[in-house]
């Protein structure tokens, strides 16, 4: 054993998430505190954070009202079930959430993150068909190179086939439509690429194989985030709507990363115009400070599941000890109020134009093959090849963090996602370090 042995500080013990735990724990990177932009490392240092913690942290971390929220509810009241019983501050979180959703969009279900979430929206979509007598509609329709979290659910809709890999099947019933990348026609595309709506198309051929009767739901991000920021074609989205609309098939959006403001409007669904029939949320719900997701549905799908039930019995065979947990409604209503009252949405979206510029003043550095960005995210590809890109990638995050900016390799890929507080300075800041890195490892 070559991890490090501290006695109560040994990190032997935790088995860390998709994390390479023997290398970790040789050369751990930990922080022990944050605040707005910055984590404070273990040697007392100040690390911007580029990641948002991890597309959560959207108000910067530590929010004084959001710490106090979770502090006064702790005291007041740590935990009540949601099975047959009820808090006050859940009631009311589910009202002001409702007030930001898309319109038609106005019941939510809680749960306790985004995997929990994706899978609670996939067993909505069976659910629903099921109380409408139509419940031959099991199959799930997701995209390649998606992720919907580790669930059984949401991860057989996934599209990233290493995480598969040790998990054998999964759901039967899933199947996949191909991603939208295609730098062959949209490399270096500023925002929305132009080409590539019709790729919405393969959809409506999968339904002649498959026979739409037979499908219950399609769930995509509506920018896929974890695989590098894949940005919709123009168009893309309302195709995929239209198409779903006239199959009778739900259409899931999992937000889990672009809600709650990455996009510059409170849902992706606001900034395309495009309503989904579910939406799936999680981290910037509570801006990270409390674990917290949630399925944001339509009315329709609510009262049939309501109607479909006898007087007094269950209506929805589903839900988790912490759904709508007193201190993530006290978190999430706090986050929800910063938001709104302090402008987040607003001030992510008037920055977008100069984060736009400058991740895109990356062109031309060594090895840079495209870059992707919508709202206050951006993907910066590397490399001839994933292996060679994904080495790369990790030179230039070693070279980032060494001189105190935090940012994140996914694969071939370097994935920015700041607090949307980020300002002018802290841009110049990360895209000079990242220029700085970029011209390192070339
Ligand atoms: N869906 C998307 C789009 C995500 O990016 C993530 C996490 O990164 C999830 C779902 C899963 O969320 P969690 O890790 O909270 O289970």
Same mark, same amino acid.
């Given at each position: 054993?070559?991890?490090?042995?501290?006695?109560?500080?040994?990190?032997?013990?935790?088995?860390?998430?998709?994390?390479?735990?023997?290398?970790?724990?040789?050369?751990?990177?930990?922080?022990?505190?944050?605040?707005?932009?910055?984590?404070?490392?273990?040697?007392?240092?100040?690390?911007?954070?580029?990641?948002?913690?991890?597309?959560?942290?959207?108000?910067?971390?530590?929010?004084?009202?959001?710490?106090?929220?979770?502090?006064?509810?702790?005291?007041?009241?740590?935990?009540?079930?949601?099975?047959?019983?009820?808090?006050?501050?859940?009631?009311?979180?589910?009202?002001?959430?409702?007030?930001?959703?898309?319109?038609?969009?106005?019941?939510?279900?809680?749960?306790?993150?985004?995997?929990?979430?994706?899978?609670?929206?996939?067993?909505?979509?069976?659910?629903?068909?099921?109380?409408?007598?139509?419940?031959?509609?099991?199959?799930?329709?997701?995209?390649?190179?998606?992720?919907?979290?580790?669930?059984?659910?949401?991860?057989?809709?996934?599209?990233?086939?290493?995480?598969?890999?040790?998990?054998?099947?999964?759901?039967?019933?899933?199947?996949? #439509?191909?991603? /939208?990348? @295609? $730098?062959?026609?949209? &490399?270096?595309?500023?925002?929305? =690429?132009?080409? +590539?709506?019709?790729?919405?198309?393969?959809?409506?051929? #999968?339904?002649? /194989?498959? @026979? $739409?009767?037979?499908? &219950?739901?399609?769930?995509?991000? =509506?920018?896929? +985030?974890?695989?590098?920021?894949?940005?919709?074609?123009?168009?893309?989205?309302?195709?995929?709507?239209?198409?779903?609309?006239?199959?009778?098939?739900?259409?899931?959006?999992?937000?889990?990363?672009?809600?709650?403001?990455?996009?510059?409007?409170?849902?992706?669904?606001?900034?395309?115009?495009?309503?989904?029939?579910?939406?799936?949320?999680?981290?910037?719900?509570?801006?990270?400070?409390?674990?917290?997701?949630?399925?944001?549905?339509?009315?329709?799908?609510?009262?049939?599941?309501?109607?479909?039930?006898?007087?007094?019995?269950?209506?929805?065979?589903?839900?988790?000890?912490?759904?709508?947990?007193?201190?993530?409604?006290?978190?999430?209503?706090?986050?929800?109020?910063?938001?709104?009252?302090?402008?987040?949405?607003?001030?992510?979206?008037?920055?977008?134009?100069?984060?736009?510029?400058?991740?895109?003043?990356?062109?031309?550095?060594?090895?840079?093959?495209?870059?992707?960005?919508?709202?206050?995210?951006?993907?910066?590809?590397?490399?001839?090849?994933?292996?060679?890109?994904?080495?790369?990638?990790?030179?230039?995050?070693?070279?980032?963090?060494?001189?105190?900016?935090?940012?994140?390799?996914?694969?071939?890929?370097?994935?920015?996602?700041?607090?949307?507080?980020?300002?002018?300075?802290?841009?110049?800041?990360?895209?000079?370090?990242?220029?700085?890195?970029?011209?390192?490892?070339?």
């Amino acid at each position: 054993m070559d991890t490090l042995h501290l006695g109560a500080n040994s990190l032997e013990s935790y088995w860390m998430p998709f994390t390479a735990n023997r290398d970790f724990k040789r050369n751990p990177e930990l922080v022990t505190g944050a605040s707005g932009m910055y984590y404070t490392t273990r040697d007392g240092k100040p690390l911007l954070d580029g990641i948002a913690g991890l597309w959560c942290v959207n108000a910067g971390h530590g929010h004084p009202k959001i710490v106090e929220a979770i502090q006064k509810q702790a005291a007041q009241l740590d935990f009540a079930s949601s099975f047959g019983f009820g808090h006050p501050l859940a009631f009311e979180y589910a009202n002001r959430l409702i007030s930001v959703a898309p319109e038609g969009l106005d019941h939510v279900f809680f749960t306790n993150s985004g995997s929990e979430a994706t899978d609670t929206a996939l067993k909505l979509a069976l659910a629903y068909h099921h109380a409408r007598g139509q419940g031959q509609r099991q199959r799930i329709i997701g995209r390649q190179r998606g992720y919907h979290g580790v669930g059984f659910g949401g991860l057989s809709a996934a599209g990233m086939g290493p995480h598969k890999r040790q998990f054998g099947m999964l759901l039967p019933g899933a199947a996949h #439509m191909p991603h /939208t990348h @295609d $730098p062959s026609r949209n &490399a270096f595309s500023l925002g929305q =690429p132009a080409h +590539g709506a019709e790729i919405a198309d393969t959809l409506e051929q #999968m339904l002649q /194989t498959y @026979d $739409p009767l037979t499908v &219950a739901a399609v769930i995509v991000e =509506p920018v896929a +985030g974890s695989t590098g920021v894949l940005v919709p074609p123009i168009g893309y989205l309302e195709r995929l709507r239209d198409i779903c609309t006239r199959h009778g098939i739900l259409l899931i959006f999992d937000e889990v990363v672009t809600g709650f403001g990455r996009l510059g409007h409170a849902f992706a669904a606001h900034r395309f115009n495009v309503t989904p029939d579910l939406i799936a949320i999680a981290k910037g719900m509570t801006n990270g400070a409390v674990p917290m997701g949630g399925v944001i549905t339509s009315g329709e799908i609510y009262h049939t599941l309501m109607d479909s039930a006898a007087h007094g019995a269950v209506e929805l065979s589903h839900g988790y000890t912490y759904s709508g947990h007193p201190l993530a409604s006290a978190a999430a209503l706090a986050a929800l109020n910063v938001y709104i009252e302090e402008g987040v949405f607003e001030h992510a979206a008037a920055i977008e134009p100069l984060w736009q510029n400058r991740v895109h003043e990356m062109k031309g550095l060594p090895d840079v093959v495209d870059i992707r960005n919508l709202g206050l995210l951006a993907g910066i590809e590397l490399g001839t090849d994933v292996a060679n890109g994904k080495a790369i990638a990790k030179k230039v995050y070693d070279y980032c963090f060494e001189r105190g900016v935090l940012i994140r390799p996914v694969a071939n890929t370097i994935v920015l996602s700041p607090p949307l507080i980020i300002s002018e300075e802290e841009i110049d800041v990360l895209f000079s370090t990242l220029a700085a890195a970029l011209e390192a490892a070339g």
